[in-house]
């Protein structure tokens, strides 16, 4: 999207919802090649420190969702270190894991990434796009607050449709049921508690998700724009989206810092008592209850735990999502002016002479 086209108040050359969803699919694609690599290292690192003992959960998180898995037994934990190879840092992880287990290893836990991120990233962008646009265009709201309100609402209509989706898959997980099993589990809980059960853990989620995506897009905006001025480029090229990103990532990583540290402690206690076959009523746990909680064990310095390894993470992956996104949706908007250049000369004389025939008539 062009910075002066923006700056204008002028949509940019059109693209269908179709063409941004291919944009934000392969940008989904790409920073989830590209990122897993990184949390497999961790997880890995963190096994050698404490192994995961049974009915233990352990968080893993590629930049764009968040997987609980389960150690079952030693069998179902191994296949996340299945050799005793001892790392001394992340550079030793990559190697001893792509020497002696293959490099396939490095992106282990990607296929429910691409099942689930995928299409949860794919409803978000285009959801966020469409309601900027709708927001500058169709009710001519002008300002910095468009990218915040727009970035919000879209994390908050993404977050409600896979939420319901997340839950089934950590139950799956937990207890390795099969569908037909999934299927009766399901319709107890239903029937047990609500319909409203299906999204438990979408407080927690809101939380965290909707801030992070309202700052995110406020800070990307607005890098955006000066990175443009001061380079004096019309429209933000790669680098530019690059770099944009990766400080808006950081940023807003930081900021909602205490509601990621409560929503991993939160998914960690339903998964382990999903594990358990403990109903999660027996141990109501609010944000709030949790983050009080943190506050008197650990004090506020705990509420910032893993500050350098979420920005370190979340920085790259804002990066590469989104330079790839306007990257796919410049090459779909050159597309588009390419093929209405080809055809406007036919246009042009058919309105001509079907301006002369009525004329005529």
């Known amino acids: ?76 934990c191994t296949s996340w270190y299945q050799t005793p190879t001892h790392f001394s840092g992340t550079l030793d992880a990559f190697v001893k894991i792509s020497r002696h287990e293959g490099l396939r290893s490095l992106w282990s836990g990607l296929p429910p990434t691409l099942v689930m991120a995928v299409p949860a990233t794919i409803i978000y962008f285009t959801c966020y796009d469409q309601l900027r646009d709708f927001l500058r265009f169709g009710l001519d709201l002008q300002g910095s607050h468009v990218p915040l309100v727009a970035g919000g609402l879209a994390r908050l209509g993404a977050v409600t449709v896979i939420s319901p989706l997340e839950l089934v898959r950590t139950k799956m997980q937990s207890r390795r049921l099969s569908y037909g099993e999934l299927r009766v589990c399901i319709r107890s809980a239903v029937a047990q508690d609500g319909v409203l059960s299906l999204w438990r853990g979408w407080g927690p989620t809101v939380l965290r998700d909707v801030p992070f995506s309202a700052l995110y897009w406020f800070n990307y905006e607005l890098v955006k724009t000066r990175l443009c001025d001061h380079s004096g480029a019309p429209q933000g090229n790669f680098s530019i989206s690059f770099t944009a990103g990766a400080v808006s990532g950081a940023i807003a990583a930081v900021l909602t810092l205490p509601f990621d540290v409560v929503k991993t402690r939160r998914q960690i206690q339903l998964g382990e008592l999903d594990t358990l076959g403990v109903s999660v009523k027996k141990k109501p746990s609010s944000t709030w209850l949790i983050m009080k909680q943190i506050c008197t064990e650990l004090g506020y310095r705990g509420l910032f735990a893993g500050f350098m390894p979420r920005v370190i993470k979340v920085a790259p992956a804002c990066a590469v999502m989104i330079s790839t996104y306007e990257f796919g949706k410049a090459f779909f908007q050159k597309m588009n002016r390419d093929r209405e250049q080809v055809f406007f000369p036919f246009q042009h004389i058919f309105h001509h002479r079907l301006s002369i025939k009525l004329v005529v008539c």
């Open 1 to 76: 999207t062009g910075c002066q086209e923006r700056a204008l108040g002028r949509p940019a050359a059109a693209i269908s919802p179709v063409q941004q969803m291919l944009a934000s699919g392969t940008g989904a694609l790409l920073t989830s090649l590209f990122v897993t690599p990184l949390d497999v290292v961790k997880i890995r690192l963190q096994a050698q420190q404490t192994p995961f003992r049974q009915g233990k959960c352990f968080l893993y998180c590629n930049g764009l969702m968040d997987h609980i898995y389960v150690c079952q037994n030693r069998t179902s």
